[in-house]
């Protein structure tokens, strides 16, 4: 059992396969749900996201305005929660009701008064709001290794989640670093897996480029030979009186 740094057990890594790699997580997440339709165990399936970025998308230009705003509404919303609170140690209706309102009335003004001042102290060196996220270049997904053919036939037999198929399943066991694509070329690669026909097609043009190469090297070893026998005709001649 290994451990993970915070201390907790952590069970040993299955042996999983790649099945199919997109460039969006959508596209993975649509595909482990056709695997569950089909009725596949998906408990044994896993999308692992690689090339992983930091990307802040910026919102809008932030002023002392709106900062004081935003904290405004926060402080008011924080505000209200707290008088909810309190006001559940009150008995007259009309002290409820009191308590919450000056709660969100004192929650807005130090919520607008935060946000001012913490904004006014960063010397305009951050004058923009923005959302951060962090998100992968390639989202693989990976199958236990006994059920990769079970997975790819559900997979193929159903519709194809999407059309941005980055990398395709490769030949060899477990998942492959794929080569980078060409400059200029944008265009997404290939999608789907190769068939059954297909390897075989492929096994029997290998089987014929290997007996090519044997036929043109048993024909150059022929020539050879008749080189080596012209050769010694020629000198058994001139050795004659």
Same mark, same amino acid.
């Given at each position: 059992?290994?451990?993970?740094?915070?201390?907790?057990?952590?069970?040993?890594? =299955? *042996? &999983?396969?790649?099945?199919?790699?997109? *460039?969006?997580y959508t596209a993975a997440q649509r595909a482990v749900d056709t695997l569950s339709d089909a009725g596949f165990p998906v408990e044994n399936t896993a999308i692992v996201g690689s090339d992983l970025r930091l990307e802040e998308t910026v919102t809008g230009r932030l002023t002392n305005g709106k900062a004081a705003l935003s904290g405004l509404i926060t402080g008011a919303v924080f505000g209200l929660i707290v008088g909810l609170f309190l006001g559940l140690f009150t008995s007259a209706t009309t002290s409820f009701f009191?308590?919450?309102? /000056?709660?969100?009335? /004192?929650g807005a003004i130090a919520g607008a008064a935060?946000?001012?001042?913490?904004? =006014?102290?960063?010397?305009?060196? &951050? *004058?923009?709001?923005? &959302?951060s996220s962090i998100v992968a270049g390639r989202y693989d997904v990976l199958v236990a290794s006994p059920m990769l053919d079970q997975a790819q036939a559900l997979l193929q037999g159903g519709v194809q989640p999407a059309d941005t198929v980055v990398v395709q399943r490769p030949p060899s066991a477990g998942p492959v670093t794929t080569a980078p694509a060409a400059a200029g070329d944008t265009a997404p690669q290939a999608t789907g897996y190769p068939l059954t026909e297909d390897r075989a097609e492929a096994r029997a043009g290998e089987a014929r480029a290997e007996e090519a190469r044997a036929e043109e090297a048993r024909a150059d070893e022929v020539r050879a030979e008749e080189a080596r026998d012209d050769d010694r005709a020629g000198l058994s001649r001139g050795r004659r009186p």
């Open positions: 059992m290994q451990y993970s740094p915070a201390g907790g057990p952590v069970s040993p890594a =299955a *042996d &999983r396969r790649l099945l199919v790699s997109y *460039d969006n009191g308590l919450v309102l /000056w709660s969100i009335l /004192w935060f946000g001012f001042t913490s904004h =006014a102290f960063t010397g305009g060196t &951050r *004058d923009f709001s923005s &959302r």
